[in-house]
């Protein structure tokens, strides 16, 4: 496994990478792989959505109320019919098909900065 070019923290910074939390979560049809559309609370930064590949290890009930990090200021992306306003951050199987959500180890309040 090859790790990638070297960034300053300059490049790191310019990255906003929020705790959000899953309120609302549905199948994402249109989407060419499984896939779910997110609906998450950023607090003070308000309710986005995000379409995500997360189907193999969690189910729509098990999502609700769990806190995730996601990358908030990106611009949006068309994916089908749906537009995703965020990034949701988890970490890839060996398959690339399997994705574990990254999430916080303790509540974190909505919002809240990774840095």
């Known amino acids: 496994m090859n790790i990638k070019p070297?960034?300053?923290?300059?490049?790191?910074?310019?990255?906003?990478?929020?705790?959000?939390?899953i309120i609302s979560v549905s199948d994402?049809?249109?989407?060419?792989?499984?896939s779910y559309q997110l609906?998450?609370?950023?607090g003070d930064l308000g309710i986005r959505r995000s379409a995500a590949q997360i189907t193999?290890?969690?189910r729509k009930e098990d999502l609700i109320g769990k806190q995730i990090l996601a990358v908030v200021?990106?611009?949006?992306?068309?994916?089908a019919n749906f537009f995703s306003e965020c990034l949701v951050l988890?970490?890839?199987?060996?398959?690339?098909?399997?994705v574990t959500?990254?999430?916080t180890s303790l509540p974190t309040k909505n919002g809240f900065q990774v840095g």
Not at 28 to 34: D, H, I, L, S, T
Not at 39 to 42: G, L, P, Q, V
């Open 101 to 103: 959500l990254l999430t």
């Open 56 to 58: 193999a290890f969690y």
């Open 28 to 34: 994402f049809e249109k989407a060419r792989n499984p």
């Open 39 to 42: 609906e998450i609370d950023f």
């Open 73 to 79: 200021n990106f611009p949006k992306k068309q994916i």
């Open 90 to 98: 988890g970490v890839y199987g060996e398959d690339k098909k399997e």
């Open 6 to 21: 070297e960034i300053s923290w300059t490049d790191f910074e310019k990255i906003d990478i929020r705790c959000g939390t």
